[in-house]
């Protein structure tokens, strides 16, 4: 894996954004950032995350695959990023977002860089986080 700075900040800032936007069930995060919530777990969900990410993660420009909507959130602020499959998706925090502020296509830009992280992890499968089971009961 190439290693990038301040990368258990950047993790535990995704980690913590994504218990905060309150997702409900199991999730794995993989080192780019790159999420798989399976819409139906099996008992190893980390190896059914890296067998979603292995068929469905891989970005094939001009294909649905490399399709993206991307959706803003307040609380957290951020950027949620879904893919063509339903069990991936990205998160961008508003203090990981691009450079390029107030442009009309921001939120295009951080989009194509959370595929472009999504790539690296469908290559490098290194899983990051395994969150098991989160409800909101449990809180």
Same mark, same amino acid.
């Given at each position: 894996?190439? %290693? @990038?700075?301040? +990368?258990?900040?950047?993790?535990? #800032? ?11 069930? =199991? ?39 490399? %399709? @993206?909507?991307? +959706?803003?959130?307040?609380?957290? #602020? ?11 998706? =990205? ?49």
């Amino acid at each position: 894996m190439k %290693d @990038f700075p301040n +990368r258990d900040e950047f993790h535990k #800032a995704l980690i913590d954004s994504l218990r905060a936007l309150k997702f409900v069930g =199991s999730w794995v995060m993989f080192n780019y950032g790159t999420f798989v919530m399976p819409r139906y777990p099996a008992s190893d969900i980390e190896e059914q995350a890296v067998d979603i990410m292995k068929e469905h993660g891989p970005v094939l420009i001009g294909s649905p695959a490399a %399709d @993206f909507t991307i +959706r803003r959130t307040h609380s957290p #602020a951020g950027l949620l990023v879904y893919y063509d499959c339903p069990d991936i998706f =990205s998160f961008v925090p508003a203090s990981f977002r691009s450079v390029f502020n107030d442009h009309p296509l921001q939120d295009f830009f951080d989009a194509m860089s959370a595929c472009a992280c999504r790539g690296m992890d469908a290559q490098e499968l290194e899983v990051a986080h395994v969150e098991k089971e989160h409800s909101l009961d449990k809180e």
